[in-house]
């Protein structure tokens, strides 16, 4: 495998050298994309090596659905090939590199919990800090207006909420091969349309960038028989980030209640599941205070669910939450096509959302009673 990812070296090279021309034709997006995607790609033999050697593997367990184990630091590869790419944009604004600073802080905790388990308290608490950086530099949720102290406050809670809320979201649908990073290529070029439909290319640039380096490690993860896992540093990476710039995107007029449902809408399968068990959980009693909520880990999530339908096929299983996912970004495409389109379009988008989520209800528990 080392070997065979040698040839991957001269093209970083031929990438570097032939970056004017990327520039020149305006395709500097795809040089980033590949960039990223080359570096992740390259060097993921060797995590993959360094978790073996240091026993840095997810153990086979009763409520896990692989068999044999598996290296589990995956996001290693793709903060790899992220951060140089960031660097070689050689352009920044503040309330990027907040973002950029407070996801590397998640991702970190997140590869020492992979590595060394730390509590769960501890790294709410990192993700409290994180998200305060962010929110302290200016990126928040423009849905009230931030004229009246009212108004700031509720903006401030909710982008709190948003965030931390869909960075754990995140980590929970890191449940079978190519879940997590999958979500986040289709959330990704959601986004990253948005941005550059906007005319904020810088951040289209970090989104295209961060595609890219999933994209890198999506060969070695998206397969029956995993090579390595995303792990809680990876899936807590791209949770962070995809919630954070997300919300550093013009959706709509500022300020606006479209500057919360187009978010909504995108990261609706993330939303969606964590909404789904913690529902279950409580009608079931398996949970009856907020420490065991926190706590719990069960096999009641969507893919867990879907795996079942489809007599263990979990590849089939992944493929429905992608299309699920892909369905929900299509609306929002076409906002952007169609720029300036009055509130009801973004009130159909919203409502087509929930009729989707409402089939797959009844298919998830139908089936479940059959």
């Excluded at 184990?69 to 995956?74: D, Q, S």
Aim: charged share 10%.
């Amino acid at each position: 495998m080392l070997l065979k990812n040698l040839i991957v070296v001269p093209l970083i090279i031929i990438a570097i050298l032939t970056r004017k021309l990327f520039f020149d034709s305006g395709f500097f997006w795809l040089f980033y994309l590949l960039f990223s995607f080359l570096i992740a790609f390259f060097i993921m033999p060797f995590i993959i090596r360094f978790a073996f050697r240091f026993n840095v593997l997810d153990m086979p367990a009763s409520r896990k659905v692989h068999s044999t184990p598996t290296p589990k630091i995956g996001g290693i590869a793709v903060a790899c090939g992220f951060i140089p790419s960031i660097l070689l944009t050689g352009a920044y604004s503040p309330e990027l590199v907040a973002i950029i600073t407070a996801s590397l802080l998640i991702f970190i905790s997140g590869a020492l919990d992979d590595m060394f388990c730390l509590s769960a308290k501890l790294r709410f608490l990192i993700q409290f800090i994180a998200a305060f950086i962010v929110v302290w530099y200016g990126v928040r949720l423009n849905i009230m207006s931030s004229e009246s102290f009212t108004g700031t406050t509720i903006n401030v809670f909710l982008t709190f909420l948003w965030i931390i809320g869909i960075t754990n979201a995140f980590n929970f649908l890191d449940g079978i091969n190519g879940e997590a990073s999958g979500l986040a290529v289709i959330i990704g070029i959601t986004l990253a349309v948005f941005a550059f439909n906007s005319g904020a290319t810088l951040r289209g640039e970090v989104i295209v960038i961060a595609i890219g380096a999933v994209c890198g490690f999506l060969p070695y993860n998206l397969k029956r028989k995993a090579d390595i896992f995303l792990g809680d540093g990876g899936s807590g990476f791209l949770g962070f980030f995809l919630s954070a710039i997300s919300i550093h995107i013009e959706w709509g007029e500022q300020p606006s209640i479209t500057n919360l449902l187009m978010p909504v809408i995108v990261f609706s399968i993330c939303i969606y599941d964590m909404c789904m068990t913690t529902v279950t959980r409580i009608y079931t009693g398996k949970v009856k205070t907020f420490s065991e909520w926190l706590f719990y880990t069960g096999k009641d999530h969507i893919h867990h669910r879907l795996s079942n339908i489809f007599k263990g096929d979990k590849l089939t299983a992944v493929v429905f939450i992608y299309a699920i996912s892909a369905s929900n970004a299509l609306f929002p495409a076409l906002f952007v096509i169609y720029k300036g389109t009055s509130d009801w379009f973004v009130i159909a988008a919203f409502f087509q959302t929930i009729l989707i989520y409402g089939i797959v209800t009844l298919l998830l528990f139908r089936s479940e009673c059959l």
